[in-house]
């Protein structure tokens, strides 16, 4: 709405401190993203021009309100007056957003060792867990993903990693399009992503 969009203008220029564009550093003065086990990836998407829906890859040094508006516009709710067709387009924006925060490569595939970082960042806090506990939950759930996405594997097969198809089977079911998104009216909260 025009409302929310004034309002991520203001929380833009507090975030810019009154520039024309954003850098990564600018993104420092977020509370509620500083205790967040996979901040770096959160702040690392804002800047994917995957996201920012430009036809290249690589990262951009800054963004602008228009590409903060565009990011910011994977995390807004689900409207009630939703046809399918949309809700299946919107969650499908939704889910590749999060594809890119985990293929941190860009080759279109989310590899082990992908997974592997992604859930040894979100476990990091936990001083009860040590890495290579870490790493037998990525190793088990990638086997879930192989299961789930090719079926049963020959003993001389390798999973290569979970494409974007693989991650809509393994997410579906799951609802993303409530979790993934921002409280607008909260002007200290930027995103939340689960």
């Not at 829906?53 to 990262?59: A, F």
């Not at 997410?171 to 979790?179: A, F």
Request: proline fraction near 3%; aromatic fraction near 10%; charged fraction near 30%.
């Amino acid at each position: 709405t025009s409302e929310q969009i004034e309002h991520l203008h203001r929380r833009f220029k507090q975030l810019s401190r009154d520039q024309l564009t954003i850098r990564k550093e600018n993104f420092d003065s977020i509370p509620d993203l500083e205790f967040n086990p996979i901040r770096g990836k959160i702040v690392h998407a804002f800047f994917d021009k995957r996201n920012l829906r430009q036809e290249s890859d690589g990262l951009a040094d800054e963004i602008n309100f228009e590409d903060f508006l565009t990011i910011m516009s994977y995390f807004r709710p689900i409207e009630m007056n939703m046809d399918e067709e949309q809700l299946d387009r919107f969650r499908k924006e939704k889910l590749k957003f999060l594809f890119h925060m985990y293929d941190s490569d860009h080759d279109g595939k989310i590899t082990l060792q992908e997974y592997r970082n992604v859930v040894e960042e979100l476990l990091s806090g936990n001083p009860h867990l040590e890495k290579d506990s870490a790493r037998s939950i990525a190793d088990g759930a990638m086997l879930e993903a192989a299961s789930i996405c090719v079926g049963q594997m020959g003993p001389d097969q390798v999973y290569e990693g979970i494409t974007f198809e693989d991650f809509l089977k393994m997410w579906q079911g799951i609802d993303i399009e409530t979790k993934m998104h921002v409280r607008f009216l909260n002007m200290e909260t930027i995103a939340h992503c689960y």
